[in-house]
């Protein structure tokens, strides 16, 4: 069991700037991947994006260009940079872990973004 604390979520204008951060602890393991999903009130829960041990990403088409995905090994924390952001980016966004042969993600408790003026 992977622990996910998220931090950095608030009220931003359209074309502001936001900067997630989660910390990952517990049994973190060797190889793994930490994400980011949102999910929108009323709306199915998606995927932002997600970077591997080794630095791989993966984007969302709606996402791509402005959001950027990063982390830090060391001190097993993720960072999901969005900028240009947008009112349809208001979300609960939520950071995930997993494993390569893990059937399920581990989730976080969400941090809240909202774009309005």
């Known amino acids: 069991q992977v622990q996910l604390v998220e931090s950095g979520g608030g009220l931003v204008q359209p074309g502001g700037s936001l900067r997630l951060s989660c910390v990952a602890s517990?049994?973190?393991?060797?190889?793994?991947?930490l994400g980011w999903y949102r999910q929108a009130p009323g709306k199915q829960r998606e995927f932002v994006a997600s970077?591997?041990?080794?630095?791989?990403?993966k984007y969302a088409d709606t996402v791509k260009g402005r959001f950027t995905v990063s982390r830090d090994n060391a001190k097993n924390t993720v960072f999901l940079q969005m900028t240009g952001l947008k009112p349809e980016d208001t979300a609960v966004y939520y950071c995930?872990?997993?494993?390569?042969?893990?059937?399920?993600?581990?989730w976080g408790q969400g941090t809240q973004v909202t774009v309005s003026v």
């Open positions: 995930t872990f997993k494993l390569p042969m893990a059937v399920q993600l581990d």
């Open positions: 517990g049994n973190i393991g060797g190889f793994n991947t």
């Open positions: 970077v591997t041990t080794i630095g791989s990403t």
